[in-house]
């Protein structure tokens, strides 16, 4: 059996989800502004539970809701959330966005998603890791509407996503409303491109605040900027 990913105060157990722990999920967890103290909690899609026990580390709030899709990672997550110090803040419900959107009457302060944005066909040969991998599941449409309808008045919406994919995800979520107020492009080492953008949107309009994030400066070595976003979660750190 697969030994949990360990954290400086919780444990990962993901022998049975499609999609492990990685370093977007740690990134996201990390880095999703928390400064206006949500009191509730939503992570769409949320795998193995990661973001939503990273969130959960992070902020004093009451509900801490996530919804999964896949019925193994259903059952693990909720696993990982009853083995956590926060057990009777965090709840799991298993469904698709848009049953949340049909059947759920609250909003939320804070919603977070680590999107599947793979959007090329590809087949690893499990069928549950292709669904997690790609956006088939969630387009990012989809996942924007669902923010839309979810996310309180003054809440905030926190993602991760390819840096090709940033302009067009904008414009939808400016279509939809949502307004850009934080950005950080990552790369993972100085010469190397811009892989990923880290994007936080509210429904005001606010100047961008935009910066940069590099993992590491060589293999193994990892940047100060890495080690202070992350050092509250990574052991080694």
């Not at 103290?37 to 990273?54: F, H, K, V, W």
């Not at 059947?103 to 680590?114: F, Q, R, W």
């Not at 839309?148 to 414009?171: C, K, N, W, Y």
Request: aromatic share 8%.
């Amino acid at each position: 059996m697969e030994s949990p990913f360990r954290f400086k105060q919780f444990e990962i157990c993901q022998d049975r989800c499609a999609m492990k722990v990685g370093t977007d999920g740690v990134l996201l967890g990390a880095w999703t502004p928390v400064d206006t103290e949500p009191a509730s909690i939503l992570d769409i899609g949320t795998g193995t539970g990661l973001i939503a026990l990273m969130l959960a580390q992070r902020t004093m709030a009451d509900t801490i809701d996530a919804v999964e899709i896949d019925g193994d990672a259903f059952e693990q997550c909720v696993e990982n959330f009853e083995a956590s110090p926060w057990s009777d803040r965090l709840f799991c419900y298993h469904a698709g966005l848009d049953e949340m959107v049909e059947e759920c009457d609250a909003s939320y302060d804070l919603i977070v998603s680590n999107p599947p944005f793979h959007s090329e066909t590809v087949t690893s040969g499990s069928e549950s890791r292709d669904r997690a991998r790609q956006n088939i599941a969630l387009p990012f449409s989809e996942l924007i509407h669902g923010v839309e309808m979810l996310l309180a008045d003054e809440g905030v919406f926190a993602t991760i996503i390819p840096f090709h994919t940033e302009t067009s995800f904008r414009q939808m979520a400016r279509e939809a409303g949502l307004n850009l107020f934080k950005a950080t492009r990552v790369k993972g080492t100085p010469k190397s491109p811009i892989k990923r953008s880290l994007l936080a949107f509210s429904r005001r309009e606010q100047e961008v605040q935009e910066d940069q994030l590099t993992i590491e400066k060589r293999r193994h070595e990892y940047t100060k900027d890495y080690k202070a976003l992350c050092r509250d979660f990574y052991l080694k750190m």
